[in-house]
């Protein structure tokens, strides 16, 4: 038997306000307690007399068996049993994922319609001059969280977001760099449309620690995708899933609401070298570059490489379409100069490569360009190998106008 894990609101009125939510301790033990959260961490329990191991597809010859009772937590998987990725970046992996189990809580909350209108009660939110989008509450709360859980590691010196128009210096003690999109797909939450937190961690210049503060918190941030350490996405629809690397494979844990951990479901991920799906808004077909129209036109009557038709799948949540592909195969891409290189497509494009697929611009390899700007926008497509190689062999594939849209 085990307690149930609990998520609460201190008031009951409509007067919620983003104040009430989620900063994390300093300390962190198996057993917490804070505002608006409690978890408790049992020892794990089998379902239906079977352990979920085998049901959920984890091999019983993974590197860490979490014991004796045949899971894997992300904890775990991180620490000297499995992975060993180095104490520090354990601790600053326990942070991550602690803030990610608030977001998820967040996101599911009933009260989220009460703080929009609150906040923003005409629902425009602010956009900045600098490229970022107009923000919305959630995208605020959300961005605070992570914040506070990555100074609270003590092992971060920078923090850059989408959702600030410089980088944070937190610490000069900290050895990595954080990159992040806390909340991306944050337009579609009021129709319950899956969402996702991405993020990238690099290590710190520490060449330069005799720059200014603000000189060297921006080219921290600026680094390329090829120095990354790490990566992830946590996707938050059905089931909140962690999917990360560490430059030895993708690995994805999916969170276990009655213990709070989450646990190893999909190790060593390998995306499909050809998929049957593509994912893009082709409402804008005809703005696309004839290159992009052509691929298209070819793939979805089965004329191309591979002969069958393929399909449309977009949901308009960049994690959710790029989750879906590195599943299933495919590309799920944006042709125009609309996503971030620091914040999504570096990341996406770390991940995407550990899986066996591609990240591209539409000429060249994401993790091979350097970021000049920290909110710098560019066309993304990422999947399968095949079908990036394929795409790419009609040139002129990225979308340079953008008639009667928004950015």
Known sequence: MYSQSTIWVSSTSSNFTPELLFFPPKAHSLSRKFVGFQYFRPKMASVGGFTVRAHMGVSSGSRVNGGGDGFCTLSEYVGKGGADVGDELVVLFDHIQYACKRIAALVASPFNSSMVKQADPAGSGSASDLGRDAQKPLDVVSNEIILKSLQNSGKVAVM????????????????FVVVADPLDGSRNIDASIPTGTIFGIYNRLMELGHLAVEEKAMLNSLQSGSKLVAAGYVLYSSATILCITFGSGTHAFTLDRSTGDFILTHPSIKIPPRGQIYSVNDARYFDWPEGLRKY????????????????????????ADFHRTLLYGGVAMNPRDHLRLVYEANPLSFIVEQAGGKGSDGERRILSIQPVKLHERLPLFLGSPEDIDELQSYGDVQQRVNPGYEV
Do not use: N
Not at 160 to 173: G, V, Y
Not at 296 to 319: E, F, M, N, W
């Open 160 to 175: 850059a977001s989408e959702e600030d128009d410089a980088p944070i210096w937190i610490t000069d003690d900290g050895p």
């Open 296 to 319: 298209i036109d070819t793939v979805r009557q089965g004329k191309g490489k591979y002969p069958k038709k393929y399909s449309a799948r977009y949901i308009c949540s960049l994690v």
